[in-house]
């Protein structure tokens, strides 16, 4: 798999794929008919995930996004606010900031300070290899001062892994990155909470979460002396630039029906999508980022934006369905908080 991978297939066409192609394995709504789960219904919302854009310093072939330096999609500050007038209204609990790497959005330092105005969890999923370049460098001290929850990748604890996934240097600076968090008090103090990311370099459903974590705590701790609190494992949803690699490599029938195989209903109760809303950087709604890069919009008549959010049309609404959403219910499960079951 090359790093500098650009998604080719348009969502349109990714919807197609997964949609008609056959691969033996039923279609995901009908699983959830036979398990008594269809339909799955909206339930309060208590995350309001926000992609503040998806230009990012790197460009990793696992990536759903499809982030990259070269994306253009970057939030401009009315769509914040409206975010803000949604979390006011409806009490949001936690707020994830995502990308792209976010820290590069131009608005990204003072949409921060209005988070920390509020009473909520304020997460922001950082690649890391950001806050040790130009600017970003004082970012860490800035997450510190609002305590920032930091959810970070870092697919394996060696550099060949690390590097095969993410690129060329990533594991280096990272691992740099890390130290600095840790510096600060992150992973060690109680109220400055740093998260890693592990998801599989190849087709396969992410390992027990609980024993991975075990040798993450390990390795880090000898060989970097790195801390953190919670490794949460995903499994790589069958889109934008992983799709492609499974169709490039031939490995998109096997690798849909070993996650249609692993279907586990107890995860599908309690998959993301039902407490949580994906904003695109445009403000646009989705029951999860997934959907987002597939451009499928949530199922309601006049909530399409944050600018139009209607509580009542929101909640209790159907979340749409489609066949890469065995990826979220495959084995342990897999969400942006990790492991489901």
């Known amino acids: 798999m090359s790093n500098t991978t650009i998604t080719k297939l348009s969502p349109s066409e990714q919807l197609e794929i997964l949609s008609e192609r056959q691969t033996g394995a039923v279609a995901f709504s009908e699983k959830m008919h036979q398990s008594g789960l269809f339909p799955l219904k909206a339930a ?18 696992h990536c759903h996004v499809d982030a990259s330096p070269y994306r253009k999609e970057i939030m401009p500050k009315d769509i914040m606010e409206e975010c803000l007038k949604v979390i006011d209204s409806e009490n949001v609990k936690t707020v994830d900031l995502t990308g792209g790497a976010p820290e590069m959005n131009p608005h990204f330092e003072w949409f921060l300070g209005e988070l920390a105005k509020r009473d909520l969890e304020i997460i922001v999923r950082s690649n890391l290899t950001i806050l040790v370049e130009g600017r970003f460098k004082g970012f860490p ?24 996934q993410r690129g060329d240097g990533v594991f280096v600076k990272s691992i740099k990155a890390l130290n600095i968090l840790n510096d600060l008090g992150y992973g060690k103090e109680e109220d400055l909470k740093l998260h890693l990311v ?7 459903v992410a390992p027990n979460q609980d024993a991975l974590k075990a040798d993450y705590d390990r390795e880090l701790k000898e060989k970097f002396n790195i801390v953190f609190n919670n490794l949460y494992t995903i499994t790589n949803l069958p889109i934008a630039r992983y799709l492609e690699f499974l169709l490039a490599e031939e ?25 949580t809303i994906s904003v695109d950087w445009n403000g646009d709604l989705f029951d999860c980022d997934f959907n987002q890069m597939l451009e499928i919009p949530v199922a309601v008549k006049t909530s399409r934006n944050i600018k139009d959010f209607n509580s009542q049309e929101m909640n209790g609404r159907n979340i749409v369905l489609n066949n890469h959403c065995y990826g979220c219910t ?10 489901i079951v």
């Not at 309060?44 to 790197?58: A, D």
């Open 44 to 61: 309060t919302l208590e995350i309001l995930q926000i992609n503040v854009g998806y230009m990012c310093n790197q460009q990793c072939v």
């Open 141 to 164: 001290e800035l997450f510190k001062k609002h305590k920032v929850t930091v959810i970070s990748s870092l697919p394996c604890y060696t550099e060949e892994n690390t590097d095969a």
């Open 198 to 204: 592990f998801n599989p370099g190849g087709p396969s």
């Open 251 to 275: 490995k998109y029938d096997d690798y849909m029906m070993l996650l249609a195989n692993s279907f586990n209903a107890t995860a599908a109760k309690g998959v993301m999508c039902t407490n």
């Open 330 to 339: 495959a084995g342990e499960g897999s969400s942006c908080q990790g492991a």
